[in-house]
């Protein structure tokens, strides 16, 4: 079975400053996608980066950056310059390519401090 | 605007009530999932869809049932409620022609059962 593992139950940092999310993952599948969502309190779940497992090059979305590593099974998420917008819950979650089940990590709780 | 709709947003309701939560989707896509977070934990899968007319249980045995006549809709049934159901629900959808795994979320349903 998939588990996903989130070390860090909560973090907290002054804005501006650089963070990053630790996220490990066990599977015995090679084909595969990870993903970081973000849960803003009392709002929606949103996608911050998706990555897929085959792909070499870490994926990216502006401030937001993942540094993947397979053989590791690790896929930690960088927050820089980060904003006060940027509290919330943020789940790491894994999906088997084909697949339906979407398996979440337990979640880190950060908190952007002014 | 594509999108993914729940209603209601939040719900407090008396035991052994009927309820149904509803979901749809303007994104074009086949697959829709229901989850289950209680707060500030992980999300746990309790119904999926691969299209009209299939349903499946997830991982999480739920008490609740779903159906999938349209494409769009996916709404999710509580024949009799309890405190135990006290929980947040939130659906998701994700494929679609040109579309990928990448599932995309609705705002969630608080339900409180008294």
């Known amino acids: 079975a998939q588990t996903v593992t989130q070390s860090q139950p909560e973090m907290s940092v002054q804005e501006a400053e650089t963070v990053t999310l630790s996220c490990t993952y066990d599977t015995s599948e090679s084909n595969y996608y990870l993903f970081w969502y973000k849960q803003p309190p009392s709002r929606q779940m949103i996608l911050v980066i998706r990555q897929e497992a085959y792909k070499q090059q870490n994926a990216t979305e502006n401030r937001f950056s993942v540094n993947f590593q397979k053989a590791a099974k690790s896929f930690s998420l960088k927050i820089s310059d980060s904003q006060l917008g940027d509290t919330a819950m943020y789940f790491c979650?894994?999906?088997?390519?084909?697949?339906?089940?979407?398996?979440f990590g337990q979640g880190t709780r950060l908190t952007i401090n002014p | 605007e594509a999108d993914i709709y729940q209603t209601p947003r939040y719900l407090v309701i008396g035991t052994g009530k009927k309820i149904t939560l509803e979901c749809s989707q303007t994104?074009?896509?086949?697959?829709m999932y229901w989850y289950q977070q209680d707060p500030g934990m992980e999300l746990h899968l309790i119904h999926y869809s691969y299209g009209v007319n299939s349903t499946e249980k997830g991982d999480l045995s739920s008490e609740s049932t779903v159906s999938r006549i349209r494409t769009e809709h996916f709404p999710l049934t509580l024949e009799s409620a309890r405190p135990s159901h006290t929980s947040q629900y939130l659906c998701?959808?994700?494929?679609?022609?040109?579309?990928?795994?990448?599932?995309?979320f609705g705002p969630g349903t608080r339900l409180t059962v008294l």
């Open positions: 979650a894994f999906l088997i390519q084909g697949a339906q089940k979407l398996v």
């Open positions: 998701a959808s994700s494929g679609g022609q040109g579309g990928t795994d990448t599932q995309y």
């Open positions: 994104m074009g896509h086949d697959k």
